[in-house]
């Protein structure tokens, strides 16, 4: 069961974490979720936004992390990180953070840097080349490279900047998302006359296979372009900029 949420059409992102919603537009204004509407999350231009336990990060539009000083009466402001260039962002797993720059190098931020309010962050760096989209839970790490090869590593950023420390997963996919219980879902690209992304669940994770054993085929009306799972809830981002909150 799906429903539309209030909006004008112009979303391009969202990301949803222990019950907190955000998303950034094609302006790159970033927004929360407020009740069943969106409002503005501070002032500073973000092209991509991420909320988890090491709170909400963003990469504006030079590249730069960003990372929360304070969020009171709904205005956030934002320090920027000086000295390393990202595309991507993910805020989830045990509080640490990691990311993904130009030439698909991952970079990672243990728990305790992530937590410290520092404008110079030294971060963690992997192999460039590896994974060009990079999702964390608790239960583990999900990632994609420029072929669409699926990856899984268990949860430690150190862990995931090493490509001998993920395994293959079955599939292709443009992207991956992790929600804080686990449950993974990937964007897939039919080239087919319908030429759409669909998301598909990933089924059979456990803790004896954290990588579970398939996928789900999940029939869709709109064309979807980002998906982010939390609580139950899958949120939808549609080709024309859309917000589709659906529940399994």
Known sequence: RCVFLCGNGIFTQIDADRGMVVMTDKNSSAFF?????????????????????AGIWGVDQQNKALFPFSFFFFV??????SGLELKQVD?????????????DTIHCLTANKASS??????????IAGFLIYISCAPTGCWGVNAQQSIFFTVNSCLRALSPGNW?????????????????????????????KHLPLPRTGISDQ?????????????????????DLGYMWLVTEEGFIVKCTK
């Open 33 to 53: 979720l407020s009740g069943s509407c969106w409002s503005k999350l501070g002032s500073v231009p973000l092209k991509h936004v991420s909320v988890g336990p």
């Open 76 to 81: 956030m402001l934002f320090f920027v990180s």
């Open 91 to 103: 805020a989830g797993g045990q509080g640490q953070v990691v990311g993904v720059a130009k030439g």
């Open 117 to 126: 309010i520092k404008e110079i962050i030294n971060w963690t760096s992997g």
């Open 167 to 195: 395994i293959q997963v079955d599939g292709e996919a443009v992207n991956v998302e992790v929600g804080s219980d686990g449950n993974v879902f990937v964007m897939i690209y039919f080239k087919a006359a319908t030429k």
């Open 209 to 229: 296979v954290p990588q579970g054993t398939g996928w789900k085929k999940i029939e869709m009306s709109v064309k979807i372009k980002h998906a982010s799972y």
